[in-house]
């Protein structure tokens, strides 16, 4: 963000966004074959709320839970079409946490286009968000497996949890570092985790791998969120195509916000506690120059990327493969990501 001015994809370095199609194009038939089975479920739905459920379902997002799921599953064996159920079913509970965000945080557009709140109120949007999570945990009780389901389960419950937990949370000046982490990993890092642990475990890896490939998961979903929360205050609405500076207008203070307060002197934090607590909230542009010149912006990318770090680091347990090398390069992706920001 030099100068200030407004973050968006552009500044993405090209050898990064190489790096990501590297790796989707890998798993290119069988992402095509999530997203068919992604559209059909709207089928498989009541009528009379089928264009409801179509419509959340319609967006068109990146797929990482979905790539991450497909690509340890080919890190450990073959894809197979519990991958591709398993990559379907994570996506859904992703779509409803979404559905459930945009209502808490009052956004009106998400990827290029209305949110269902926008276009039907909130009343009706949360019942669609439930239907969404119903409909995910139904299709995993498919699986020959029941620790697939249960697994499945936990994480959706963790991602409840972790939303349950922020809110309570909101407008809270004194909200630790590790209480900020511990949501983040439920909220964020739980799906992550649950797409790459059960991505490897569908294709009977080891526990050692499984573990490996779960903790990846892990430490990119929080890195990924990290990289979110810093892009809710520095990126270009426009550009990106979803409502951003809702964090701080909800009283979510995220990992810049959270160091701004604590690197700050004891006048400066209560100035700030008084602008953050009042009820005509900070211009955006003032405090994304604010967490830029403090350097707390500069430490929440340094710190999403010790993650990322860490996260690529589990590799060395996975056999060396193309699948294994496109879950290293999606992790050049995110420092790629992270580097443009600042």
């Given at each position: 963000?030099?100068?200030?001015?407004?973050?968006?994809?552009?500044?993405?370095?090209?050898?990064?966004?190489a790096s990501f199609a590297s790796a989707i194009e890998l798993i290119g038939p069988d992402l095509y074959s999530v997203?068919?089975?992604i559209r059909e479920q709207s089928k498989s739905v009541d009528a009379g709320i089928e264009h409801y459920f179509e419509y959340a379902i319609g967006g068109s997002g990146k797929r990482l839970r979905p790539a991450l799921a497909?690509?340890?599953?080919?890190?450990?064996?073959?894809?197979?079409?519990?991958?591709?159920?398993?990559?379907?079913?994570?996506e859904l509970i992703h779509i409803a946490s979404l559905v459930h965000d945009d209502i808490m945080d009052g956004a009106d557009r998400r990827r290029d286009r209305p949110t269902l709140n926008a276009k039907w109120g909130n009343s009706l949007t949360v019942l669609v968000g439930d239907v969404l999570f119903a409909h995910a945990l139904r299709l995993s009780t498919k699986f020959s497996n029941s620790d697939v389901s249960r697994r499945i389960a936990d994480a959706a419950a963790d991602v409840c949890t972790g939303e349950i937990l922020q809110t309570q949370r909101r407008f809270?000046?004194?909200?630790?570092?590790?209480?900020?982490?511990?949501?983040?990993?439920?909220?964020?890092?739980?799906?992550?985790?649950?797409?790459?642990?059960?991505?490897?475990?569908l294709s009977g890896a080891s526990p050692a791998v499984i573990s490996a490939l779960k903790n990846y998961g892990n430490k990119v979903g929080i890195a990924y969120q990290v990289l979110d929360d810093c892009i809710d205050l520095v990126g270009d609405e426009e550009m990106i195509g979803k409502t951003l500076g809702t964090d701080i207008a909800c009283g979510?203070?995220?990992?810049?916000?959270?160091?701004?307060?604590?690197?700050?002197?004891?006048?400066?934090?209560?100035?700030?506690r008084s602008r953050f607590l009042s009820e005509e909230?900070?211009?955006?542009?003032?405090?994304?120059?604010?967490?830029?010149?403090?350097?707390?912006?500069?430490?929440?990318?340094?710190?999403?990327?010790?993650?990322?770090?860490?996260?690529?680091?589990?590799?060395?347990?996975?056999?060396?493969?193309?699948h294994a090398a496109a879950l290293r390069a999606m992790t050049e992706y995110l420092r790629g990501v992270l580097d443009s920001i600042c």
């Open positions: 963000m030099k100068n200030f001015t407004r973050w968006s994809t552009k500044d993405i370095d090209p050898k990064s966004n997203e068919e089975r497909l690509l340890s599953g080919g890190a450990t064996g073959r894809i197979v079409s519990d991958h591709v159920d398993l990559a379907v079913i994570v809270d000046l004194n909200l630790p570092l590790s209480e900020y982490y511990r949501m983040v990993q439920m909220k964020t890092g739980a799906l992550f985790a649950v797409s790459c642990e059960l991505g490897a475990f979510k203070f995220t990992l810049p916000v959270l160091l701004l307060l604590q690197n700050a002197s004891a006048k400066e934090r209560d100035e700030l909230p900070m211009p955006a542009a003032e405090l994304a120059a604010l967490v830029t010149s403090r350097g707390s912006l500069p430490a929440s990318v340094q710190a999403a990327r010790s993650l990322v770090d860490e996260a690529e680091a589990e590799l060395i347990h996975v056999q060396d493969n193309r």
